[in-house]
């Protein structure tokens, strides 16, 4: 399990080329604010904007969320706390005025990109889109 992956998984690498290729610009691995050892997967400084790419198994997704027969305790723990640390994460972020956007890993790269590109765009308050 220590060869796993913590950035740069085949599914954030794909939402980045998307985002990148539709001319979006961001940072990665940005460290959040008062919280020493979590970091944002994809940010937006600018407009405040974090976006999360959780996967399935370590973060206990409702759909696709599996734990290993062996010490099954040890694991059921450990998923609970990251999604307990998730919660606390996002709660921060959103005190601090981010929009926190967070994606499952079978999420296709196409809808998330979309997502974020949304969240994006300037909203008009007369209703008229944006020149």
């Not at 759909?63 to 999604?83: G, L, S, V």
Request: glycine share 6%.
């Amino acid at each position: 399990m220590s060869k796993q992956r913590s950035r740069d998984t085949k599914p954030e690498v794909a939402v980045r080329r998307l985002l990148h290729s539709a001319g979006l610009r961001f940072r990665l691995q940005r460290r959040i604010p008062g919280m020493s050892r979590s970091t944002i997967d994809i940010a937006f400084p600018g407009p405040r904007v974090a976006v999360f790419i959780d996967g399935c198994f370590w973060h206990g997704c409702p759909e696709h969320a599996t734990f290993p027969k062996t010490n099954p305790e040890f694991w059921r723990e450990k998923i609970d706390k990251n999604a307990l640390r998730d919660t606390r994460t996002t709660a921060h972020l959103e005190s601090l005025g981010w929009t926190v956007l967070r994606f499952w890993e079978h999420e296709t790269p196409e809808q998330v990109a979309v997502q974020v590109a949304a969240a994006l765009r300037p909203v008009e308050d007369d209703g008229d889109p944006a020149p």
